[in-house]
């Protein structure tokens, strides 16, 4: 294959080809000597061949559980690199873009309410004033913006910056393998947040937050001269120190949702989480997969459907999406859980989407609303609201997918200009698909039992292909 890529980041002269890395991945979980196999075809650069780009789902576990620090997830990115700009990205993908018009964040903001469009506008202008201390929001946490509507912020409302444009800093293209993209984005970050003189930055989000602790500096050795803390590190602090006050114990059975982006920063996340909701009063019960062995939400299963042989097809990515999600919903259930929490505001958005899509069972929370409620606070929680939201959004996309062309080349993202607007063909569309799914035509006991049904049989139907399509590519009888 042609443009092979710049950036060497698996360190091949390591490599032993033991195979650990494929065979511990909790998503490809292959036999032993088929994890040997499948790194000496990834090696080779026999792309179409490789089982692994076609269901990796970017949780680098590969590279935590690898004894030699060979760093095999750099591997696949190196190789969707090289793919990208070969084949370029199926149209659906512009969704993920925020300078493309289709891009989630801009139609998303059609169906918002005013309060959070203020919000939104409120945390781009902020990004124009110099200052000392900042909260930045993360670029997920603007598909739900009402999170940030609570009195646990009241110290740092104002410091509150963030625009859809800064891409979390890289985090998606960087996942993706567009790893030129990612490293001009980290570059103009770096210069940005030196012109406004930030010594100490809180992030809502840990993708953005490793993305400076642990993905620039040192994949791109862009260093930043700024602390780094999360947010709910700043909340557990107030919490054991009493400045957010606990009213009541919540007593819930909670299960935990680990962020894949949680193993950076030293995995401090996964801790903190779980400190979080058991001083509010909620005992914690693990699923199968947790902390160092996490599944994905789901929302990276998109990634692999971008560059293999089915990828002109936006079919397969919205039902690798769906199945890997419900895969994630499924394993909550199992614990017996009332209620499932989850770190990421992205993660929330996306569990909240197939909670709607299949009538889940178990609530969903964001460790911030958890403490909201033993404070005496009630938390708007629009979640459900907004995957309603999303799936209207995505139901345009797909139908704009039908008549227009089938693969793009992503332009280079401008972090200092905002989302640009909806079409009005768009924004009608989306606003026709909103007023529907919110409606009682959707919004009633019947119709939600139809469409869980139907949602679960095609997932059911598309696990069944893709397990024959891995027997196939493994070479398996049958």
Excluded at 300 to 320: C, D, K, Q, R, Y
């Amino acid at each position: 294959m042609s443009k092979v890529s710049a950036f060497r980041f698996f360190k091949d002269d390591l490599c032993d080809r033991c195979g650990l890395c494929f065979e511990r991945c909790p998503v490809l979980e292959l036999p032993a000597e088929e994890a040997k196999r499948q790194m000496e075809i990834l090696i080779r650069g026999d792309i179409d061949s490789s089982f692994v780009l076609q269901r990796c789902q970017s949780c680098n576990l590969c590279d935590y559980v690898c004894p030699q620090s060979a760093n095999p997830f750099g591997l696949i990115l190196e190789r969707y690199n090289e793919m990208g700009k070969v084949r370029g990205l199926p149209f659906i993908s512009k969704f993920i873009f925020p300078n493309e018009p289709e891009n989630m964040w801009t139609t998303t903001r059609v169906l918002m309410r005013e309060d959070e469009r203020s919000l939104l506008r409120f945390w781009e202008e902020n990004l124009k004033t110099p200052r000392k201390v900042a909260l930045l929001t993360g670029f997920y946490n603007h598909l739900v913006p009402f999170i940030a509507q609570t009195s646990l912020l009241d110290e740092l409302k104002d410091s509150i910056i963030g625009s859809d444009s800064m891409f979390g800093m890289g985090e998606d293209t960087y996942r993706i393998g567009f790893l030129e993209e990612a490293e001009r984005l980290g570059g103009l970050a770096r210069q940005k947040f030196s012109d406004l003189g930030i010594e100490k930055l809180y992030c809502f989000m840990v993708a953005e937050a490793g993305m400076f602790t642990d993905v620039l500096p040192k994949k791109y050795g862009i260093e930043f001269d700024f602390e780094v803390e999360l947010l709910d590190t700043w909340i557990l602090d107030r919490l054991k120190s009493g400045k957010i006050e606990i009213k009541k114990k919540l007593g819930k059975k909670v299960t935990v949702h680990d962020n894949c982006c949680g193993r950076y920063m030293d995995g401090i996340l996964e801790d903190t989480t779980r400190e979080i909701v058991e001083l509010v009063g909620c005992d914690v019960v693990e699923m199968k997969h947790c902390k160092d062995n996490v599944l994905c939400c789901g929302w990276a299963g998109t990634i692999p459907t971008l560059f293999g042989p089915t990828s002109s097809n936006p079919v397969h990515t919205l039902m690798n999406l769906l199945q890997s999600l419900y895969l994630r919903q499924q394993e909550a259930e199992a614990t017996g859980a009332e209620a499932l929490v989850v770190p990421c505001p992205g993660c929330y958005a996306f569990m909240s989407l197939i909670k709607v899509l299949t009538n889940g069972r178990m609530d969903i929370y964001l460790p911030m609303e958890l403490v909201q409620m033993a404070a005496g606070e009630t938390p708007v929680h629009r979640n459900e609201e907004r995957a309603w939201d999303i799936f209207a959004i995505t139901t345009n996309l797909v139908l704009k997918w039908i008549v227009s062309p089938k693969r793009f080349v992503p332009r280079p993202i401008d972090i200092e200009k905002s989302v640009p607007e909806a079409s009005p063909g768009d924004a009608a569309r989306i606003r026709f698909f909103g007023r529907l799914y919110h409606s009682a035509l959707v919004q009633n006991h019947v119709s939600r039992v139809v469409i869980a049904s139907s949602v679960k049989a095609l997932i059911a139907g598309y696990r069944v292909y893709l397990e024959r399509r891995k027997r196939k590519v493994l070479g398996e009888p049958g």
